[in-house]
């Protein structure tokens, strides 16, 4: 089980470079305060549904293994 997480936390930091290089450019545009609050719960909010919407998918087919 230790292997799937690792493998599953390596290949979302595989797949996931371009999409820092977009938050750091944000956060170059957006610089204040306010605006920066805003790109980090985008990306929370972004990463959290993209999670959860492949935890119901695995449900539905019934892929989670019950250990």
Known sequence: MLKDVLTAIFSY???T???FVVLLLLFGKYST???????VL?????NGLLVLTSIIIALVFQQVPEE
């Open 13 to 15: 930091i595989g797949t």
């Open 17 to 19: 470079t371009d999409y």
């Open 33 to 39: 305060k306010q605006d920066t609050k805003l790109v």
């Open 42 to 46: 985008g990306a929370y909010l972004g």
